[in-house]
């Protein structure tokens, strides 16, 4: 059920662009992304919904693929408040509404 | 808007007492789910709220309970601590129990069994 990101790590120089990926093997009602600083709480960024709706909160694009249940998160020219560990959610019509499983994070570090 | 609030924010136990660690939502918001954090298996559900009553629960062992009160406030409880335990507790709230919500996490209750 645990969806699996990669790349699990990512170095950046200001300014460049990443896209750091995640994937289930089930189906997916919708696939949430949070940023999580060392020692902080993980902050929502976008949920992105069947059939291709969006909500999100920060200038960071992302795209849910339905079929190969897979999504991407896409950091354009990167900024270092980027630098976190980035998780994904997914939500399971299997495992009830508003229950996410989450994978084991991409780590981003953006350097000056 | 006051976000999510958990307290405490720290607490040391030894193995084999229990404990309860309490989250409020956001002002508005009925939901209340809860996950663990380790280093180790990484976030995982525990259990939801809704008006008072659980919605749905994880794979954990019945010594984490929890329950909600009429202002949608949430506690949890972890009967008998296991080394095991120690980990980062989140809650996150949101405004329905549907598909499609936006979840929002307090700072979280670190935890640490001796």
């Known amino acids: 059920q645990q969806p699996v990101q990669s790349p699990q790590a990512v170095i950046l120089r200001e300014g460049e662009d990443a896209v750091i990926n995640c994937s289930s093997s089930?189906?997916?009602?919708?696939v949430h992304w949070y940023r999580q600083k060392h020692g902080e709480a993980p902050v929502f960024l976008m949920i992105?919904?069947?059939?291709?709706e969006q909500k999100g909160h920060e200038k960071i694009s992302a795209s849910f693929n339905e079929k190969k249940q897979q999504s991407s998160l896409y950091l354009t020219a990167s900024q270092l408040s980027y630098s976190g560990t980035y998780f994904c959610g997914t939500e399971n019509p299997c495992f009830g509404n508003n229950r996410l499983a989450f994978g084991k994070g991409n780590q981003v570090v953006v350097i000056p | 808007k006051a976000g999510v609030t958990q307290t405490p924010r720290y607490l040391i136990k030894t193995r084999g007492q229990q404990v309860t660690l309490s989250c409020s939502p956001i002002s508005g918001h009925r939901s209340v789910s809860w996950y663990q954090q380790t280093p180790g298996q990484g976030l995982q559900f525990l259990f939801e709220y809704f008006s008072e009553t659980q919605r749905n629960k994880g794979n954990f062992p019945g010594r984490f309970s929890g329950r909600q009160f009429s202002n949608s406030r949430s506690e949890m409880n972890v009967s008998t601590l296991e080394l095991g335990d120690s980990a980062l507790y989140l809650c996150?709230?949101?405004?329905?129990?549907?598909?499609?919500?936006?979840?929002?996490f307090g700072p979280g209750t670190r935890l640490t069994v001796l």
């Open positions: 996150a709230s949101s405004l329905r129990t549907d598909s499609y919500n936006e979840q929002f």
């Open positions: 992105l919904l069947k059939g291709g």
């Open positions: 089930k189906a997916l009602y919708s």
